[in-house]
């Protein structure tokens, strides 16, 4: 393994460490709105990253036609069987402008940076590693991300429930990936549970969990 992917492996702890800070000065700062800094910080750290680290010239890789079985391809949206309720139960608070711009915006920004982060480059630079411990790495890293970002601030991403939720869903997305050769999958995953979660009125407390 070269330097370059010891490093790229290690990033996690600063993209962990910065959004942390960032959620706890902006959520004691901006209260309600402390959830865009935290966005923002957070994908320019990835951004960043993948660019000091070739990720984003890997991008025309990563997004190449599915290889393997269809079966690997719909393991994607066993993720959003998790979400379709949250949905159901919080559409209606979808009723400003604002507000949906803003769940739009999300859908279509985060997909893309996570998973060229987490599962592209932090798979693609465990290269030498077993297949199951690459995957079970970043999905380590990915379900801390969850709680330690925006759990900081919100409850119900809080704590172990945010982790295993999280990891629930990385797990799959690395898995896929992994046998598939290509992101297109958990990407389009991505973007739909983004949709179906409804994100933008979680981090208002707005959201209604259960019912």
Known sequence: MTNHNRTVLLS?????????????????????????????????????????????????????PSQGALGWRLLSFVTTALFVPVFLLNFRFLNEPWVILSWLAIAMTDPCLEEGYWRGLLLDSASGWPGWLRIANTTFWFGLSHPLLLGVNVKALAGLPGFIGTVFTGAIWSTVYWKTRSLRWPIFSHFVVDLLSVSVTVFLNRAVLER
Not at 28 to 52: D, E
């Open 12 to 64: 996690p702890i600063v993209v962990l460490v910065f959004g942390n800070l960032t959620a706890r000065i902006s959520g004691r700062m901006l209260g309600v709105w402390w959830w865009i800094p935290v966005l923002l910080v957070y994908w320019l750290t990835l951004a960043i990253i993948m660019a000091f680290a070739g990720g984003w010239s890997a991008f025309r890789r990563w997004l190449r």
